[in-house]
Nanobody
Framework: VQLQASGGGLVQAGGSLRLSCAASDRTFSMYSVGWFRQAPGEEREFVAHISRGGAGTNYADSVKGRFTISRDFAKNTVTLQMNSLRPEDTAVYYC????????????????WGQGTLVTVSS
């Protein structure tokens, strides 16, 4: 499965962005999906996760109440709606699918997209 993350860009603090993760085939709908991010000089960290059916979601404490993960089975996509953005949210955001381990672990997913850059200015 190939994943394509898109929707990144430059936004002012307090603004919003909507990231999308699209997959190359329909098996994507069978996988739970996670979003991670990596800031310059930092390790990649967990942001959000959604279950295969879409009913279960998990968030990092740093984004709870501001970010929302959802999936559209018809479009075969998973979306990360990011509101009230802060400069510390600046990072390359990656989507990952087919969880094989811990929800929050980088090595817990089999497939990864290429990343999309989010820059939040103060």
């Amino acid at each position: 499965v190939q994943l394509q993350a898109s929707g990144g860009g430059l936004v002012q603090a307090g603004g919003s962005l909507r990231l999308s993760c699209a997959a190359s085939d329909r098996t994507f709908s069978m996988y739970s999906v996670g979003w991670f991010r990596q800031a310059p000089g930092e390790e990649r960290e967990f942001v959000a996760h959604i279950s295969r059916g879409g009913a279960g979601t998990n968030y990092a404490d740093s984004v709870k109440g501001r970010f929302t993960i959802s999936r559209d089975f018809a479009k075969n996509t998973v979306t990360l709606q990011m509101n009230s953005l802060r400069p510390e949210d600046t990072a390359v955001y990656y989507c990952a699918a087919n969880r094989v381990g811990s929800i929050t672990a980088v090595n817990g997913y089999r497939y990864w997209g290429q990343g999309t850059l989010v820059t939040v200015s103060s």
